[in-house]
């Protein structure tokens, strides 16, 4: 009595066999058919929007450096140019007040002034440049960065973590 191959694969006895030759495609690929995107839709519709809240760290973040002690950072900022001279005071005694307020502490406040920008940012050419060098929580970048994003009189800001080690230039 001869057996042909597809009678083998076809018996009930050989399933598992059938699966490890070839797993079903529901196995190989998740492909969703548009009833079950409207499922999974109507499930979350905002499921692909999620962002993380204010002083959460988001899907990038590094888990073992969430809890580290006070660190040093430097901040830059530009300033809008069309800024007088009493306004650009109070948005650096803002900026200030927004780390101190935080348990952090400004240690240096480096103001460069107005200069030509590489490009323009918000149809302008130039920008007022100012550099703090400040002691403050890691968690608090996040919130500085939004208090910056909101500030409609800066540009562009810059948050950087100086590392210890290394001698300054």
């Given at each position: 009595?001869?057996?042909?191959?597809?009678?083998?694969?076809?018996?009930?006895?050989?399933?598992?066999?059938?699966?490890?030759?070839?797993?079903p495609?529901?196995?190989?690929?998740?492909?969703?058919?548009?009833?079950?995107?409207?499922?999974?839709?109507?499930?979350?519709?905002?499921?692909?929007?999620?962002?993380?809240?204010?002083?959460?760290?988001g899907?990038?973040?590094?888990?073992w450096?969430?809890?580290?002690?006070?660190?040093?950072?430097?901040?830059?900022?530009i300033?809008?140019?069309?800024?007088?001279?009493?306004?650009?005071?109070?948005?650096?005694?803002?900026?200030?007040?927004?780390i101190?307020?935080?348990?952090?502490?400004?240690?240096k406040?480096?103001?460069?002034?107005?200069?030509?920008?590489?490009?323009?940012?918000?149809?302008?050419?130039?920008?007022?440049?100012?550099?703090?060098?400040?002691h403050?929580?890691?968690?608090?970048?996040?919130?500085?960065?939004?208090?910056?994003?909101?500030?409609?009189?800066?540009?562009?800001?810059?948050?950087?973590?100086?590392?210890?080690?290394?001698?300054?230039?």
């Amino acid at each position: 009595m001869f057996v042909t191959f597809s009678q083998i694969l076809a018996s009930e006895e050989l399933d598992a066999l059938r699966m490890l030759i070839r797993p079903p495609m529901t196995q190989c690929l998740s492909i969703q058919t548009p009833s079950r995107m409207l499922q999974s839709w109507a499930q979350d519709p905002f499921k692909h929007l999620k962002i993380p809240l204010l002083g959460q760290r988001g899907p990038g973040a590094i888990p073992w450096k969430e809890n580290l002690a006070m660190r040093n950072y430097e901040v830059t900022y530009i300033a809008h140019p069309d800024l007088d001279a009493e306004a650009f005071k109070q948005l650096n005694a803002q900026v200030q007040a927004w780390i101190t307020d935080n348990s952090g502490k400004v240690e240096k406040v480096d103001v460069w002034g107005k200069r030509k920008l590489a490009y323009q940012i918000n149809k302008q050419n130039e920008g007022q440049y100012v550099l703090l060098q400040t002691h403050m929580d890691p968690a608090f970048c996040i919130q500085l960065e939004h208090q910056f994003r909101l500030q409609e009189s800066i540009m562009r800001f810059l948050v950087v973590a100086v590392d210890e080690e290394a001698e300054p230039a």
